[in-house]
């Protein structure tokens, strides 16, 4: 078995990387940047297959996979600046990579008679009502421009191949990059007042734990549409951040205990407007995944502690 992991350089596919190599599986890594960057437990990675890769362009992208001749590919690689999309200066490049660059992933999966596993999000859905998105609702109705993108490569991915995974995650947070909790952790050392969003509603992704699911998929053929976010029920951003800082100050950090830091929950129009609208529901059905014989992901606390030994101790 040898798997093809885009957008190494990034949280999750940083993760898959790792994942394969503890579990013995050849992998080679790819992205932009002319060399890889990862980190396992404490030490650069040297060792990994590395092909730096455009994935827009899609005879670079033929030629890589044809000479890689992966037996499956994680797309991971995209463009997840949600705001930045909304720029009308970065709208060609959001589609050339989101929908473009995945639809020449897939061919070239075709081409080479490998599988696919594609990274979507909950943004693909309208985030109305509470109750939540099933993987294989089709009611779909993005709020923005990164929604949209990630849509168009679903249904690219579904044009080209039969033998594709696309897993729609959420909230996700991983240590090879920015993310909420860290943001957090920063906030909460310089401030002593946070106002933070509670009627959208989701449960976080530790990529750490996807990285194991996405390779136990890799390994299989239970191929489809799939929801995968950490168990542990749903939850708001204001609750999000108010278990960080319970658990960072419970781990010995002061600075993040209640009687310093008062964490206030408001509704997004308290908040006030972004540049690209957010979905209120990000509620995900995962139970298609123990349906199929797939092991669910760990509770989000359980997943944020130990998160939080990664990056506090």
């Known amino acids: 078995m040898?798997?093809?992991?885009?957008?190494?350089?990034?949280?999750?596919?940083h993760d898959v990387v790792n994942a394969c190599e503890r579990r013995g599986i050849a992998a080679v890594g790819s992205d932009l940047a002319p060399s890889y960057s990862g980190i396992q437990d404490g030490?650069?990675?040297?060792?990994?297959p590395y092909v730096s890769l455009d994935i827009t362009d899609a005879s670079a992208v033929a030629d890589t996979i044809r000479s890689v001749s992966p037996d499956a590919v994680v797309h991971c690689a995209a463009w997840t600046a949600v705001d930045a999309a909304e720029e009308e200066a970065?709208?060609?490049?959001?589609?050339a990579i989101n929908e473009e660059g995945t639809r020449n992933i897939a061919k070239a999966c075709k081409e080479n008679d490998a599988a696919m596993i594609y990274i979507s999000t909950d943004y693909v859905f309208s985030g109305k009502g509470e109750e939540p998105w099933k993987p294989d609702d089709t009611r779909f109705s993005p709020l923005n421009t990164y929604g949209l993108s990630k849509l168009l490569g679903?249904?690219?991915?579904?044009?080209?191949?039969?033998?594709?995974?696309?897993?729609?995650?959420?909230?996700?947070?991983?240590?090879?990059?920015?993310?909420?909790?860290r943001t957090m952790l920063n906030l909460g050392k310089k401030v002593d007042h946070l106002r933070i969003v509670n009627d959208q509603i989701g449960t976080p992704t530790y990529t750490l734990d996807l990285a194991e699911l996405l390779v136990d998929m890799a390994l299989e053929k239970r191929y489809g549409v799939y929801h995968a976010t950490n168990e542990g029920g749903f939850i708001s951003w204001y609750d999000f951040a108010a278990e960080?800082?319970?658990?960072?100050?419970?781990?010995?950090?002061?600075?993040?205990?209640?009687?310093?830091?008062?964490?206030?929950?408001v509704s997004t129009a308290e908040y006030g407007l972004s540049k690209a609208a957010r979905p209120f529901n990000s509620r995900l059905d995962k139970s298609k995944l123990s349906d199929?014989?797939?092991?669910?992901?760990p509770?989000?606390?359980?997943?944020?502690?130990?998160?939080?030994e990664t990056q506090l101790t």
Request: hydrophobic content about 45%; aromatic content about 14%; some cysteine.
């Open 2 to 13: 040898k798997i093809f992991v885009t957008g190494c350089n990034g949280q999750l596919g």
């Open 43 to 48: 030490t650069a990675v040297t060792r990994l």
């Open 90 to 95: 970065n709208a060609g490049k959001v589609m």
């Open 154 to 181: 679903e249904m690219a991915v579904k044009a080209e191949l039969d033998n594709y995974y696309i897993v729609r995650i959420a909230w996700v947070f991983g240590s090879n990059g920015s993310n909420f909790i």
């Open 244 to 265: 960080i800082f319970r658990q960072a100050a419970a781990m010995g950090f002061s600075e993040y205990a209640p009687e310093r830091l008062l964490v206030e929950p």
């Open 292 to 297: 199929n014989g797939f092991k669910r992901l």
């Open 299 to 308: 509770d989000w606390k359980d997943a944020l502690h130990r998160y939080l």
